[in-house]
C-alpha cells in the first residue's frame, strides 16, 4: 500500500464539547502524521462547496448549518491533513460509520455523535472516503504552502504583486 493524504475535520459540536483533545489522541493510533492543521471559521460558500455531492439531499441546508456553526453557536472547526500508509481507511476506522447509532461504541461517533430529532447526523468528525475526494477536500481547506509535504501540483500565481503557489 502506498501513502496518501486524507482530511479531518472535527466539526463544531467537537469543539464545542473539548473533544478535540480525546479525537487527536484516538487518531494518533493511527501512527500517521499531522501534514496541516488549521482552525477555520467556515463560511456558507465553503460549507456549500465541501457538501456539494449532497446539494440535492433534503438536509443540505442543515448540513450547511451544521458545519458552519448555526446549530451549536460555535463557527469554527479544526481541518487536519493526515499522511501515511492507507490513511484513508485507517481514520475512517477510527471515526466510525456516518450514522452514530450505526458506529462501532469505540469509534469517535459511537462515543461522540448522537442523530437530531431532524434527524441530522451530529458525527462530530469529518473523514474523506476515497484518494480522489481526499484531494478535492484537501485542495478546498488547505492551501499549498499551509501543508508541510508537495501532495497535489501547483503552479505559481501572481496577486497584489506577491506571488505564491495555488493548486494547477
Not at 479525537?23 to 471559521?41: H, P
Request: proline share 4%.
Amino acid at each position: 500500500m502506498k501513502n496518501e493524504a486524507t482530511l479531518v475535520i472535527i466539526k463544531p459540536d467537537g469543539l464545542k464539547k473539548s473533544l478535540t483533545g480525546n479525537i487527536l489522541s484516538r487518531l494518533s493510533e493511527t501512527k500517521l502524521k499531522i501534514i496541516g492543521a488549521r482552525v477555520v471559521k467556515v463560511d456558507e460558500e465553503l460549507a456549500r462547496k465541501h457538501y456539494s455531492h449532497l446539494q440535492d439531499k433534503p438536509f443540505f441546508p442543515e448540513l450547511v448549518k451544521y458545519i458552519t456553526g448555526q446549530l451549536h453557536g460555535e463557527n469554527r472547526v479544526m481541518a487536519l491533513v493526515y499522511w501515511g500508509r492507507e490513511a484513508i481507511s485507517k481514520v475512517r476506522q477510527i471515526a466510525g460509520a456516518t450514522n452514530p447509532e450505526e458506529a462501532d461504541p469505540v469509534s469517535v461517533r459511537g462515543a461522540y455523535g448522537r442523530i437530531l430529532t431532524s434527524g441530522l447526523y451530529e458525527n462530530v468528525i469529518h473523514a474523506s472516503s476515497s484518494p480522489d475526494e481526499a484531494e478535492r477536500e484537501i485542495k478546498l481547506w488547505f492551501e499549498p504552502d499551509e501543508i508541510v509535504y508537495d501532495l497535489y501540483r501547483t503552479e505559481e500565481k501572481e496577486s497584489g504583486g506577491i506571488r505564491k503557489r495555488a493548486w494547477k
